[in-house]
C-alpha cells in the first residue's frame, strides 16, 4: 500500500509541475484569469528572426559577371579595394566634432 501512496503523491506533483506549463492562451489561463497577451515577447522575437524568403527590392539587384568578381578578389588580395559611398543613416544633421 506504500507505493499507491507514493504513485498518488508523484501524479499530484507532476500534475503541478505541468500546471507551470499553461500560458493565458488556454482554457487553464482563462479560468485563472491570467493575461491572454503573455509570452507576446517571445512570439515577436521569434517572429523578427523569421527572414522572408522572396524578398523584394527596391532597386534591381546589379547582374555580376565572372570577370568583375575576379577583379573585386584580386583588388582585395592586392589591399586595393573602391572605397565605398558614404551612406547616410539619418536625415538629421550633424557635425564633425574636432
Same mark, same amino acid.
Request: some cysteine; aromatic content about 4%.
Given at each position: 500500500? &506504500? #507505493? ?8 499530484? =506533483? ?9 500560458t493565458g492562451q488556454?482554457?487553464?489561463?482563462k ?13 515577436q522575437?521569434?517572429? =523578427?528572426?523569421?527572414?522572408? &524568403?522572396? &524578398?523584394?527590392?527596391d #532597386? =534591381?539587384i546589379?547582374?555580376g #559577371?565572372?570577370?568583375t568578381?575576379a =577583379?573585386a578578389?584580386?583588388r ?7 572605397k565605398?559611398?558614404r551612406?547616410? #543613416? ?9
Open positions: 500500500m &506504500p #507505493t499507491d501512496r507514493l504513485h498518488l503523491i508523484l501524479i499530484a =506533483a507532476a500534475a503541478g509541475a505541468l500546471g507551470g506549463c499553461a488556454d482554457q487553464l489561463g479560468a485563472l484569469g491570467a493575461d491572454p497577451s503573455w509570452g507576446e515577447a517571445n512570439r522575437t521569434m517572429a =523578427a528572426q523569421i527572414i522572408d &524568403p522572396a &524578398p523584394q527590392y #532597386t =534591381a546589379p547582374k #559577371t565572372g570577370t568578381a =577583379a578578389i584580386e582585395y588580395r592586392t589591399d586595393k579595394v573602391k565605398p559611398d551612406s547616410i #543613416t539619418s536625415r538629421f544633421p550633424t557635425t564633425a566634432a574636432n
